[in-house]
């Protein structure tokens, strides 16, 4: 049989096997980390503690091939599935909202004023959208106003949100594919998925426990530190020794700074984009709230979790002055205590902070075009080699689904070379 080497057992490489070995064919997998999960990987507040999300990964119900895979593997009690109601508040003003999508496409729910931005009517909304799905302008900042209230409560967060770039730079043609993926399929594809303990232990866990059932080998600590081309095929450099793939197609679902490095002659060196997360242990606030999420804007922080015991906090594509902020976690405290006036004044003293420097791509439009397709069209690209990752270009922005489509889709043109 057949097998298939893949670099990577993040969600792109889990998502690739699984595919490869429903298909019958026989994926092995390498990682250069002592845990499979690459960005879905947890962390530890103190030694002994359970493993937490390093930051709140927001899966909606509308990303079908996640979906797909935690039907197909995963436990789905282990996921906490929200109404697609988003509270929001203005920190600057003030002000709270709710943007509460109807189930289906008809977007009958912006007549109602409880369900749609405060301070933006009904020709508010559609004008910005339709401003988005007309505009001939490449990004989100020249396409529309970000300083009116359309820009500040609803396109410039959405933004943020979906392609963790800032909105002035974003690019629009990306995010328009997105909005017509989520937003525009109404609150059936909207409903926030949460997992219960961790990203780690809800997604990653029950897939790699899958492919450990049907004996696919993953392969851990054993960094990829060379790809050589031969004229036998694919050569690997690891740490247990080289790896001759001959025939044997080889998928490389890293991510893409290792890409590059690996590769560079080949593969850009793509922009990418920071993630700030702050977590703060809480006085458990009763089994009742499972969890609570309420996006902000006009301050620092952009999304707040809270669940029992634990409030996290987003701050995608953070401004330069937050990343040079010596008490952002009693900064973004402040900004907590605006949507919850319970809590004590002072910032929690084992407040942490996680920096995750190369979150994703910097989702700009020379970014999008750089970014190459699963089996670029570069001269001197190997035969045998296929791309996979959250960055390749699936038409999606780099998330979960992006990730995990990228999988799949390299195990399609891998199964389509052996099986033309
Ligand atoms: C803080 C944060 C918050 C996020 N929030 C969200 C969210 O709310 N919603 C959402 O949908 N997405 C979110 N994302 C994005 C999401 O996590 C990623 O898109 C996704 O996990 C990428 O998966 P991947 O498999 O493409 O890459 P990775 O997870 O980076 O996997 C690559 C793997 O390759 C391995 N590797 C690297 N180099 C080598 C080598 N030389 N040899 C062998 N192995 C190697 C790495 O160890 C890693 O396991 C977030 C990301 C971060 C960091």
């Not at 999508?101 to 933006?120: F, I, M, S």
């Not at 990829?224 to 793939?245: N, Y």
């Not at 709230?289 to 594509?317: F, Q, Y």
């Amino acid at each position: 049989m057949t097998s298939v080497h893949i670099i990577g057992a993040g969600l792109a490489g889990l998502s690739a096997a699984l595919f490869l070995q429903e298909q019958g064919l026989r994926p092995r997998l390498y990682d250069a980390n002592s845990r499979p999960g690459g960005r879905c990987g947890g962390w530890s507040p103190a030694p002994g503690a359970p493993r937490r999300d390093r930051g709140t990964h927001l899966l909606l119900s509308g990303n079908d091939t996640v979906c797909g895979l935690i039907r197909r593997y995963g436990r789905a009690e282990d996921w906490i599935r929200l109404p697609p109601r988003f509270r929001f508040r203005d920190l600057a003003e003030g002000t709270d909202w709710n943007l509460y999508p109807g189930a289906g496409r008809w977007p009958g729910w912006l007549l109602d004023p409880t369900r749609r931005v405060a301070g933006l009517g009904l020709t508010g909304h559609l004008r910005a959208l339709l401003t988005l799905e007309t505009s001939r302008a490449d990004t989100v900042g020249a396409a529309l106003d970000l300083r009116s209230v359309a820009g500040r409560r609803l396109i410039g967060p959405l933004t943020v949100a979906l392609l963790n770039t800032p909105a002035e730079i974003a690019s629009l043609p990306l995010l328009r594919r997105t909005l017509r993926d989520s937003l525009y399929r109404g609150g059936q594809a909207l409903s926030p998925l949460l997992c219960r303990t961790s990203l780690e232990q809800d997604l990653i866990t029950p897939l790699t426990e899958a492919l450990s059932a049907a004996g696919v080998e993953i392969r851990l600590r054993s960094a990829v530190s060379e790809l050589q081309q031969t004229p036998e095929g694919l050569r690997l450099s690891g740490p247990a020794g080289p790896v001759f793939c001959g025939r044997d197609p080889v998928i490389l679902a890293i991510d893409p700074a290792q890409a590059h490095r690996l590769l560079p002659d080949l593969l850009p060196d793509l922009p990418q984009s920071p993630i700030l997360n702050l977590h703060y242990p809480m006085p458990d606030r009763g089994p009742e709230i499972l969890a609570e999420l309420t996006g902000l804007c006009g301050g620092a922080a952009e999304w707040i979790l809270r669940r029992p015991g634990h409030c996290a906090v987003t701050i995608s594509a953070p401004r330069a002055d937050l990343l040079a902020d010596p008490d952002l976690p009693g900064t973004v405290w402040r900004e907590i205590r605006q949507v919850y006036p319970d809590l004590p004044l002072r910032c929690p003293a084992d407040a942490r902070l996680l920096t995750e420097r190369r979150a994703t791509l910097l989702q700009t439009p020379d970014t999008d075009r750089l970014r190459p397709q699963t089996r670029p069209t570069v001269s001197g690209w190997p035969e045998t080699l296929w791309l996979a990752g959250d960055w390749v270009q699936t038409g999606l922005p780099c998330t979960l689904e992006g990730a995990a489509r990228s999988g799949r889709m390299a195990a399609l043109a891998v199964i389509r070379h052996l099986r033309p």
